[in-house]
């Protein structure tokens, strides 16, 4: 059996086909053009399905249909994005309509969901039934599996990055202060480094990188605190305690086995790990007396949405027998 899988994104759309082993037997980019309207940029990913498919050679009858990871709020059951703010869409019928322009089954989860399904089946969390994911970009997504499962509570669970960790901290985007994503997401170590670059124009930090020209990233600080910048390393070091405190939260909710991580942050290696590690052991409730997994870095990348939105598919799902059941969850 062969499934597509969609990582719907905000910069690409990233899809692939995938066989039994979770091997991806094609796979192909396109840019998100945001501009454009939800009915078009589904069109395209059905574009992008139906060449993906000529191009691999898999003759339509073998495909059981596709899985889509999407940003934002999902009802899964009815295929439905109920809100992503940043696609600016709500409630929009994801499934339905890419099931009318590709006649294939279509199942949609959050795109961290899928992220965790993918390392889960075929990367840093296999054999593992208990398993949390984050990914730390412009955000903080999170997939978590349960006893071999998504966890999804009714609708929409596991949205990690607004869990608040500091009472009237920083303004969120979803209306909140002090939320997860505001303190340990990509964008919020970015942030303060520029702030700091601003604030402190004798730094180190400042000198060095911020009027070098180069654009501040995620690992411009770690950089600058590796150097021995003081600034750089309050910056590092708060950051690893805010994403420290997340972790142990969900930690002491769920016990996973297995406590993963990706985006570009997870590239600085020992110097975001070790001291992660250190810090998590520390805060976990009863860590002296029960399992505290060690936070590890995901293996699969941009592949882990792939091959996770693919497993969205049932097997068989797409065979004349299990059309009914698609067709209810795609309307
Ligand atoms: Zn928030």
């Known amino acids: 059996m062969y499934r597509i899988g969609i ?4 910069t690409n759309i990233k899809a692939g086909i995938t066989d039994k082993n979770n091997a991806i037997l094609a796979q ?6 945001l501009s454009k309207s939800e009915c078009e940029i589904i069109g395209e990913m059905s574009e992008l399905a139906k060449r993906l498919a000529r191009e691999s050679g898999v003759s339509r009858e073998k495909i059981d ?7 934002g709020v999902i009802d899964s059951a009815a295929g439905i994005v109920k809100y992503s703010n940043n696609f600016g869409w709500e409630n929009v019928p994801l499934a339905a309509l890419l099931s009318s322009f590709t006649s294939a089954p279509v199942f949609v989860a959050n795109d961290a969901e899928c992220a965790a399904l993918g390392e889960a089946a075929a990367g840093a969390g296999r ?3 208990n ?7 412009t955000g903080i997504g ?4 349960v006893d071999g499962k998504l966890f999804r509570g009714k609708c929409g669970g596991g949205v990690v990055g607004h869990t608040v960790i500091v009472k009237g901290g920083r303004q969120c985007t979803c209306g909140r202060r002090g939320c997860l994503e505001t303190y340990a997401s990509a964008s919020a170590l970015i942030r303060e ?6 604030e402190k124009p004798d730094s180190l930090l400042a000198v060095k ?3 070098a020209g180069l654009p501040v990233t995620g690992k411009t600080a770690f950089d600058a605190a590796a150097a021995g910048d003081v600034d750089a390393k309050k910056i590092v070091g708060d950051y690893i305690e805010y994403l420290g405190e997340g972790i142990a939260n969900l930690i002491n909710v769920f016990r996973p086995e297995k406590f993963l991580i990706s985006g570009g942050v997870c590239n600085q290696g020992d110097s975001l790990f070790d001291p992660l590690n250190v810090f998590v052991r520390k805060n976990c409730f009863a860590a002296d007396k029960l399992y505290i997994p060690l936070i590890e870095r995901a293996m699969l990348g941009n592949s882990a949405g792939i091959i996770g939105a693919a497993l969205l598919v049932p097997e068989n799902e797409g065979r004349p027998c299990a059309r009914a059941g698609a067709e209810r969850k795609g309307g």
């Not at 249909?65 to 940003?71: D, E, N, Y």
Request: aromatic share 2%; proline share 5%.
């Open 127 to 129: 054999r593992c039934g």
């Open 209 to 211: 990188y911020g009027r």
């Open 28 to 33: 192909a980019n396109i840019p998100t053009d």
């Open 65 to 71: 249909g596709i899985g889509v990871g999407s940003p």
């Open 131 to 137: 398993l949390i994911l984050l990914t730390l970009g």
């Open 142 to 145: 999170g997939g978590i599996i």
């Open 193 to 198: 480094t520029n702030r700091v670059i601003q």
């Open 7 to 10: 990582d719907l994104g905000g």
